[in-house]
């Protein structure tokens, strides 16, 4: 006897899947950020996007700044005649000139690269340092988890400019001034933002199934700590990034303004040229003044703005999501009657069945026999008493 096979329906949730390249799963995590950013809406989306076109305008204006400016930040003279000392602005210097007879236009533009420098830096080395202390401390915990708590508990107790003037002083003797000096002051201000971010996470993942498991089979600490760990406390550490760097362009408008910052034949720097347009701005001459201070907010209100939004998108317990009306189709179906004809197509929706009762012909309902269950029965009305007595 032969046995006949059916073909099962395949569906398409529950079937197994092909395992994934490693390309696809290395780019997992940014392909999910960018998922939910195309989901943004309403206020979140408003302040990402505005952001980010912000933010992408201060990063091409650092980056070309050669291209845009018309002089160097330090040039005070062209084709051998000095530009004009605290002069209103003109065709020539289209945002004037400051008291040192420098052009504002290059000294705006170079300082939003000079600014750019010091914020990629120092972004960068806090994040490093910070995650990987983080991560260190989390998960060995013990003695080396209470002294690095105790450290970074000490440096987040100081006022973080105060903290930067400190040890920028420090890092002035060792690597001289410059850049370099600036962003390595800032730099210990955010250590212990990350520190205790990840930190945190990295507490409450160490004692996770998978991470059980993976030391169950033998898995180094490095290992755990870069494949298991890892992953799973850096989702905030963006968000963070974003408002770091935005503080950062502060932080180093603040040091520049107090005379602590990068020396002004070193590079160009917002918070030295307020500083230096103080006396211009009682005096009337407000050009010194207001565009410097005009990039510095821009620059600010777009890291923040990007950040506040990538916060409102990323995380899961502040994200909304659209709720989208259901709308159910309407029943219909078709009736067919006896002894007529019913034209081809005709459709009744059900509130219409509801309400029509078939038609029977009169043939049918002569050729019907009755049913026991309903005989037919009359029922004589009563007779009134005035009709009674007229009887007698």
């Known amino acids: ?69 018309p002089y160097d930040f330090d040039t005070y003279q062209s084709g051998g005649k000095n530009f004009p000392k605290q002069g209103a ?4 210097h289209w945002f004037g000139t400051t008291v040192q007879s420098l052009d504002v236009v290059s000294r705006t533009v170079y300082g939003a690269r000079t ?45 973080y400019l105060l903290l930067a003037i400190v040890t920028g002083f420090v890092f002035s003797g ?9 962003a390595l002051s800032i730099t210990v201000v955010y250590i212990p933002q990350y520190f205790r971010v990840v930190r945190a996470s990295a507490l409450s993942a160490r004692e ?20 298991y760990l890892f992953g799973n406390v850096i989702q905030s550490v ?22 602590l910052g990068i020396q002004p034949t070193d590079a160009a720097e917002w918070g030295y040229d307020l500083d230096r347009a103080i006396d211009d701005a009682n005096a009337g ?25 990538l916060n409102d998108v990323l995380n899961p317990t502040m994200r909304r999501r659209r709720i989208t009306k259901v709308l159910l189709p309407t029943f219909t179906r078709r009736l067919v009657t006896a002894g007529t004809a019913q034209p081809a197509g005709t459709v009744v929706t059900a509130k219409t069945a509801a309400t029509t009762v078939p038609a029977q012909s009169a043939e049918s309902a002569a050729a019907a026999p009755p049913t026991a269950a309903a005989p037919a029965t009359t029922t004589a009305p009563a007779a009134t008493a005035e009709e009674g007595e007229a009887a007698k």
Not at 138 to 143: D, H, I, L, R, S
Not at 288 to 309: D, K, N, R, S, W
């Open 89 to 92: 602005p003109d065709g020539d």
């Open 208 to 227: 996770a199934t998978f991470v059980e498991a993976a030391r169950a089979m033998g898995a180094k600490p490095s290992v755990v700590i870069r494949k």
């Open 285 to 309: 001459m407000w050009w010194t003044t207001v565009y410097p201070g005009a990039a510095m907010v821009i620059a600010i209100l777009g890291f923040t703005l990007l950040g506040e939004g």
């Open 1 to 69: 006897m032969t046995q006949t096979t059916l073909p099962v329906p395949v569906d398409p949730e529950i079937t197994p899947k092909a395992p994934k390249s490693g390309k696809s799963v290395r780019f997992g995590g940014l392909r999910r950020i960018v998922i939910a950013v195309r989901q943004a809406h309403g206020v979140p989306k408003f302040m990402l996007w505005t952001g980010a076109v912000l933010t992408a305008l201060f990063v091409i204006t650092a980056v070309f700044a050669p291209l845009i400016a």
């Open 115 to 159: 600014a750019l420098e010091v914020m990629v830096l120092a972004v960068v080395f806090s994040l490093v340092l910070g995650v990987l202390l983080g991560l260190l401390s989390g998960y060995f915990g013990g003695w080396l988890d209470r002294i690095l708590v105790l450290v970074m508990d000490a440096l987040f107790a100081f006022p």
């Open 238 to 259: 963006p968000v963070i990034g974003t408002m770091n760097a935005a503080d950062a362009i502060g932080t180093l408008a603040g040091l520049g303004f107090l005379g």
């Open 174 to 182: 060792i690597t001289g001034g410059g850049v370099v000096t600036a």
